[in-house]
């Protein structure tokens, strides 16, 4: 992914007092979530997928770019979660099964609606969205951008 404006981002954290030791809009990324938690997904402007181990909380934060222009697959099934860029790395952990009724949507209208995929096991995370999710628990996954 990309962070279209990450340089704009990197002033305003400079002038809070963040430093930095890469032009990299990753490193920009991680002080923005420090600084703003959750709500730094509001400001991004770009194309992107991630997941943040917050070592402090105890959880993770993870989003997709409002667009959707990057992928972002999950699965819970026994108490483990999976996040991959495509179903098929998922896939390779956990025995999927066709969801018929996405299967169904796609025949009829060439798309399979969100978060459902062709497989019942593995959901995407809708564009706009972020989650949280502590040890153990379930993903909460927000809406953080309405079109």
């Known amino acids: 992914g990309e962070i279209y404006n990450h340089i704009e981002l990197r002033k305003q954290l400079l002038n809070k007092?963040?430093?930095f030791s890469t032009h990299s809009d990753t490193e920009v990324l991680l002080a923005l979530y420090s600084h703003y938690k959750e709500e730094c997904v509001s400001k991004l402007r770009g194309m992107f997928a991630f997941v943040i181990w917050d070592k402090?909380?105890?959880k993770l934060f993870g989003a997709?770019?409002?667009f959707g222009i990057k992928p972002f697959f999950y699965s819970e099934e026994n108490?483990?979660?999976y996040f991959a860029s495509e179903e098929k790395s998922i896939l390779l952990a956990l025995k999927g099964e066709l969801?018929?009724?996405s299967l169904q949507h796609y025949l009829s209208y060439q798309y399979v609606p969100e978060p459902e995929t062709m497989m019942v096991q593995i959901k995407k995370l809708p564009p706009g969205h972020y989650f949280t999710q502590s040890?153990?628990?379930k993903l909460n996954i927000k809406s953080y951008?309405?079109?």
């Open 56 to 58: 402090v909380e105890q």
């Open 145 to 147: 951008w309405k079109p």
């Open 79 to 81: 108490g483990l979660t």
């Open 17 to 19: 007092g963040f430093n």
């Open 135 to 137: 040890p153990g628990g």
């Open 99 to 101: 969801n018929h009724i």
């Open 64 to 66: 997709r770019d409002y």
